[in-house]
């Protein structure tokens, strides 16, 4: 995804408010987005919250960790696992791909990407 | 010699990979034409492209392949004239070569019946990568869909609709059952119940008269004079094999179409061969990838002076669809009279399998396996190299019950030249030559270096049945490491985080295992480490490590919402603790059960409602149940001499000494324990990972007894016993328990694994075989002394109760697409599709 694609930088919330190594989910209008700190990699993902297998709003809740080099996160409840860096299923090759954000981190702020294909900035209000 | 290939799918291209291997580029140029625009890529693996590989993913090759192997590649352009006499073919863009061979790989096309509007708007194929991206565009304003015909193909396509969002999907079939050619009535009986449980609606026995609509379709009308509606149309009605060129050229046809070969793939110009779908060997199209890629070996080597045949080939075949098993093997329906039937049918779950076996009971010929296809590939190589089947053949199908297991002894019996992978054709000895001489011990390994597996993949169970089984018989410890992250079982890591007194997952990774870690080793490593240490779970950047019902100290629910589990030891409460769940409960709108573990749970809770709910449940004197935890469940009791006529001992007053001696406990699995009153055993202590019943003289304990899917019943460990031997005694074999087993093992498990048994176990326990006994009871005490209720400590921590927010950026709004229904008086949550 290139940069200049991108047309809403929002403003997810502090570093610190992410736990190490983990996620939280963030409210974007009525989207829900999984943002994680990948610590140990000094990486930062973002990611669709809901998962694609029940529907559940819950890949934020995910365990993250990596498979020959490549980070994921493994969904809570039947621990399907996803590709962070770009959303496809991991460990089920029937299963749909996440849609995945840009994040970038500036003064301690972390700010996650929509482009008009990922974000639905419905209000116009980031724009 | 100059090849010319025509056809770019798959079968074309493994021929020309096929024929590198075997000549020498300097006596071989090979020219392709593809009409398609892209490079071969994986067909069967087409479905794909709708779950988010890209078509790159499902290329055949790597973009410089063709290049590199000097082979000239025409992309988009197809042949359209063959001229025999000069040996020429002529392109669509101009292009003339010559060949001295020609090899028509040109594949099928989708057979489209004649239905009056087939040419309508949203009615598709499902065949290149064009068709899908056409469908995907289609599909995001349609809400209805169709998909005629009920064949392996048209049952993936009927899939995929409902991954493209059409939930609303109908499968239509003019047979009177589905996949006709592969399964029978009774089977398919079964696959249509499990595809409507998938959401699918099937309707047989039905043939389509009209495809409804003015300029794109809108319905479909069908002989019987039904109708429904509908806005996106996939037909899959079968393969039409492309012979029109050959056609063209003289070259004889079948009058079903496909173009006719001899045992050497010839048609009837010796210099023209035909491979894969568009070849029609003895009256067969086989469409199927397998036998084309046997068909490329046998012309690759005739071109090469090997002699090699084509025989025919096995249809047996494996349906792709995600969560249903179907399988079909060797001849699926012989005829009654020439062999034995033997059914297996369970409609509650939803298993039919079926066997036929040659008269004398000795031979598999054939069968249909639906719900439960994990037999397929041994069964399938059974019938294929004529292995002599077992006393019973039964067995074959339902396991052989009561005595050893198969395990895996099967793959064993496989004659060396047994083809394991047969879209690869991998035989036995190919594998094992792998593992015992070229050093591949992973999955990984082996299919890099035989190709085993990276096709359809169904053999990867029986490939690494036949890994493990060449390590052990090469002498190799096949160890029970953790994951790729660990070369450590947990035992060893167990012992290895003592020595080094490490208290963080990040500290255990950086000195015993490599990379990140990931959920298969996070959850026993912080387990390893609360069992050692007993510090609160959530800190030290342990929290992110642990399951995901631990980080949030409760069960996830479907819909999102989480479980509230009470502690309520021997299952023993006041009226006032009563009045004060079920305040709790309708303050914060939950449901209520009593469990079967003598408790109560309260369903339904949001996230960020958990600290609230749990802080009142606290205030009245609660502690956390642990129901979320490898931990410590519930010690069960019956009521005992207290109340009880016949009860010998206060079993209540025990089961509470001993649930709350346990209670935060972790472990490699969760631990349930038991104390019954008497012999009558109403508590069920027998069942449990460790039970007491009370005798004249003390108390008898049992130990490693399970319930769940394979209940066993726990073993007499010692008798007569005073309560405080008894509870040493539950001490040193819990803790011998948290050292020895492996993640996520029962205590019933993990004694049925070890060597020597309950006299074993005995010996170390009451005997300190292993001169750890004492060591033993010092950890447990140590640990009992250092108990915190985990809840409270949450709760009254302002950093770990911040992460109970469902939104970081709105931590006061719960999650928007948690719905609940109405039940009995009650709430329950919407189901999930
Ligand atoms: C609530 C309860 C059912 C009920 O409504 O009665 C229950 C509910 C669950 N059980 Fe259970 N089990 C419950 C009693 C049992 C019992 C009966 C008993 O304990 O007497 C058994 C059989 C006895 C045994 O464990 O040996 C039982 C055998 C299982 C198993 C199979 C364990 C096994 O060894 O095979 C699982 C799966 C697992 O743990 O991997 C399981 C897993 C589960 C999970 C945690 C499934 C999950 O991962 O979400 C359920 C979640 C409950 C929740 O969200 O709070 N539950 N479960 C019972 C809670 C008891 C309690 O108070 O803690
Ligand atoms: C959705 C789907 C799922 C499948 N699942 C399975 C499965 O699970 N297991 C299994 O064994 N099989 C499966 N198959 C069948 C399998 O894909 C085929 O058997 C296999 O692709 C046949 O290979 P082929 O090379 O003969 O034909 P194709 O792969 O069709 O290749 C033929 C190529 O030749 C090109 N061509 C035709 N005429 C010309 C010309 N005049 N000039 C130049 N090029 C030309 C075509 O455009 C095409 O690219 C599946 C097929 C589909 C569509
Ligand atoms: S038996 Fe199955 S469905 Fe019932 S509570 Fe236990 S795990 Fe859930
Ligand atoms: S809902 Fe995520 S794996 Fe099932």
């Known amino acids: 995804m290139t940069e200049e694609k991108i047309i809403t930088w929002l403003p997810a919330c502090n570093t610190h408010d992410v736990p190490v190594n983990g996620g939280v989910c963030v409210k974007y209008h009525d989207q829900q987005i999984a943002l994680f700190h990948f610590s140990r990699r000094g990486e930062w993902y973002a990611t669709q919250n809901e998962c694609p297998h029940r529907k559940q709003m819950a890949l934020s809740r995910g365990m993250i960790g990596s498979q020959e080099g490549e980070p994921k996160v493994a969904c809570p409840f039947h621990k399907k696992t996803f590709s962070l860096v770009d959303g496809h299923c991991i460990n089920d090759e029937d299963e749909c791909s996440l849609t995945t954000y840009p994040v970038k981190v500036e003064n301690d702020m972390v700010y996650i990407g929509f482009t008009e294909e990922n974000g639905r900035d419905t209000e116009g209000i980031l724009a | ?833």
């Open chain 2, 1 to 833: 010699m100059k090849v010319v290939v025509i056809g770019n799918g798959m079968v074309g291209y493994k021929f020309c990979e096929k024929l590198i291997a075997k000549s020498s580029a300097e006596k071989v140029e090979i020219v392709v034409f593809g009409e398609e625009i892209r490079r071969a890529y994986d067909r069967v693996h087409l479905s794909e492209f709708f779950s988010g590989k890209s078509a790159e993913d499902l290329s055949m090759s790597s973009t410089t392949w063709y290049e590199e192997n000097g082979v000239k590649l025409h992309l988009g352009d197809p042949v359209q004239s063959i001229d025999r006499p000069t040996k020429t073919v002529h392109s669509y863009k101009g292009i003339t070569e010559n060949y001295d061979v020609l090899v028509l790989a040109t594949g099928s096309a989708a057979f489209v019946p004649p239905i009056p509007g087939v040419d309508k708007e949203g009615v598709f194929i499902y065949r290149t990568i064009e068709d899908l991206e056409m469908m995907q565009a289609y599909a995001k304003k349609a809400k209805k869909g169709a998909v005629i015909g009920g064949g392996l193909l048209g049952l993936e396509a009927a899939k995929a609709m409902l991954d493209l969002g059409i939930a609303d999907t109908t499968v239509i079939e003019f047979a009177h059952r589905l996949m006709p050619r592969q399964i029978d009535d009774a089977g398919s009986g079964i696959l249509i119940n499990k595809l409507e449980k998938l959401g699918l609606k099937i309707c047989t026995n039905k043939n389509t008269s009209e495809i409804l609509g003015e300029n794109a379709i809108t319905g479909m009308q069908f002989t019987d004079d039904t109708k429904i509606d509908v806005d996106m149309l996939v037909i899959s009605a079968g393969i039409k094999p492309r012979d029109e060129l050959a056609k063209l050229c003289g070259l004889e046809v079948g009058h079903r179409g496909g173009i006719v070969v001899n045992e050497k793939l010839q048609t009837t110009d010796h210099s023209i061969y035909a491979i894969g779908e568009c070849a029609l060997y003895n009256g067969m199209i086989y469409g199927l990838v397998a036998p084309g890629y046997e068909m490329a070996e046998v012309v690759a080597s005739h071109l090469v002076e090997e002699n090699k045949s084509f025989t025919g080939f096995d249809m047996s075949t494996k349906l792709k669809l995600i969560g249903i098993d179907v399988a079909s093997f060797g001849d699926p329906f012989v005829a009654s009279h020439e062999c034995r039937t033997v059914v297996f049918e369970d409609t509650m779950k939803g298993i039919y399998k079926r066997i036929n076996i040659t008269d004398d009971g000795k031979y598999l010929l054939g069968g249909i396996l639906i719900g439960d296809a994990e037999a397929y590939n041994m069964l399938l190589q059974t019938a294929k190299n004529k292995i002599v089947l077992p006393p019973n053949p039964e067995d074959v199908i339902l396991g052989s019950r009561g005595g050893e297991s198969e395990g895996g002894a099967g793959v064993l019996s496989l004659p060396d030249e047994a083809i394991v992978c047969s879209c690869e054709s991998v035989t036995k000895a190919g594998i094992c030559t792998a593992v015992a001489e070229q050093g591949c011990e992973t999955i990984d390994a082996i299919k890099k270096c035989t190709k085993a597996g990276t096709g359809c993949g169904g053999c990867v169970p029986m490939v690494k049945d036949l890994m493990v089984h060449t390590m052990k018989a090469q002498g190799k410890y096949v160890r029970n490491v953790l994951c790729e992250h660990f070369n450590y079982s947990r035992q060893e890591l167990f012992d290895l985080i003592k020595m080094h007194q490490l208290k963080s997952f990040d500290a255990v990774l950086d000195k015993l295992g490599k990379g990140d870690g990931c959920e298969l080793c996070k959850p026993p490593v912080v387990s390893i480490i609360a069992s050692l240490f007993n510090e609160m779970i959530l800190v030290k950047g342990n929290d992110t490590a642990q399951d995901s019902n631990d980080r949030f100290l409760a069960n996830i629910q479907k819909g999102g919402t989480y479980s509230v589990v009470p502690r309520i030891p021997g299952g023993e409460i006041t009226p006032d603790k009563l009045i004060v769940i079920g305040s709790v409960a309708k303050k914060y709108n939950l449901y209520t059960k009593i469990t079967g573990g003598q408790r109560i749970d309260l369903f339904g809770a949001h996230l960020s409602d958990l600290p609230a709910i749990w802080e009142e449940l606290i205030d009245a004197g609660f502690e956390s149940g642990h129901a979320y935890g490898k931990s410590l469940r519930t010690v069960k009791s019956c009521v005992g001499s207290t109340w009880c006529r016949f009860g010998l001992h206060d079993s209540v007053s025990f089961a509470i000494r001993i649930e709350e001696r346990y209670r935060g406990l972790r472990s490699p699995h969760k631990l349930k324990g038991g104390v019954s009153g008497c012999i009558r055993e109403c508590a069920e202590a027998q069942s449990k990972d460790f039970g007491i019943i009370a005798t004249e003289k003390g108390w008898n304990l049992y130990v490693c007894g399970n319930g769940g899917s394979k209940p066993q019943h726990a073993l007499l460990l010692a008798t007569d016993l005073d309560s405080d031997t008894c509870i040493k005694y539950i001490d040193r074999f819990l803790m011998f328990y948290i050292r020895t087993a492996d993640p996520l093992t029962r205590t019933a498990t993990w004694l049925n694994k070890m060597d020597g048994g309950i006299d074993y176990l005995r010996n170390v326990i009451v005997n300190d075989s292993l001169g750890i006994n004492e060591q033993l009871e010092a950890d447990m005490d140590s640990f009992v002394e250092s108990y915190k209720c985990e809840w409270k400590e949450a709760v009254e921590n302002p950093n770990i109760r911040k992460r109970f927010s469902h939104f970081v950026n709105a931590p006061e709004e719960k999650d928007p697409t948690v719905v609940f229904e109405g039940m009995r008086d009650q709430k329950k949550v919407k189901d999930w599709k």
